[in-house]
């Protein structure tokens, strides 16, 4: 199992990317998806969740500005991020969790495969 991550990079406040999570080895239908972050000094956090039925979440920083989304013919989940702001700053990973009930999780244990992550800097 493979999840390759991507689209990090530099960004001014207020601008906006795009994070990839590309996946292989995995039937990416039956997994419920995840994107946390870890900022420095900081634990990881979960952000963003959509299950295997197609339901998603977010914490509230993110509310508004961030979407997770997946492409089922791409085995890929995306993470848009729009207005991004310096406390954004953070390692991003993806994440699945083996699901076919549609089941939301939020804690990091269930998640049983991981990217390496991709740094998101976002300063002027």
């Known amino acids: 199992v493979q999840l390759q991550v991507s689209g990090g990079g530099l960004v001014l406040p207020g601008g906006s990317l795009r994070l990839s999570c590309a996946t292989s080895?995995?039937?990416?239908?039956?997994?419920?998806w995840a994107w946390y972050r870890q900022a420095p000094g900081r634990e990881r956090e979960l952000i963003a969740a959509?299950?295997?039925?197609?339901?998603?979440s977010y914490v509230d920083s993110i509310k508004g500005r961030f979407t997770i989304s997946r492409d089922n013919a791409k085995n890929t989940v995306y993470l848009q991020m729009n207005s991004l702001k310096p406390e954004d700053a953070a390692v991003y990973y993806c994440?699945?969790?083996?699901?076919?009930?549609?089941?939301?999780?939020?804690?990091?244990?269930?998640?049983?495969?991981w990217g390496q992550g991709t740094l998101v800097t976002v300063s002027s």
């Open positions: 994440a699945a969790a083996p699901d076919r009930l549609g089941t939301y999780y939020d804690r990091e244990d269930k998640y049983r495969y």
């Open positions: 080895g995995i039937i990416f239908g039956d997994n419920a």
């Open positions: 959509i299950t295997s039925g197609g339901f998603a």
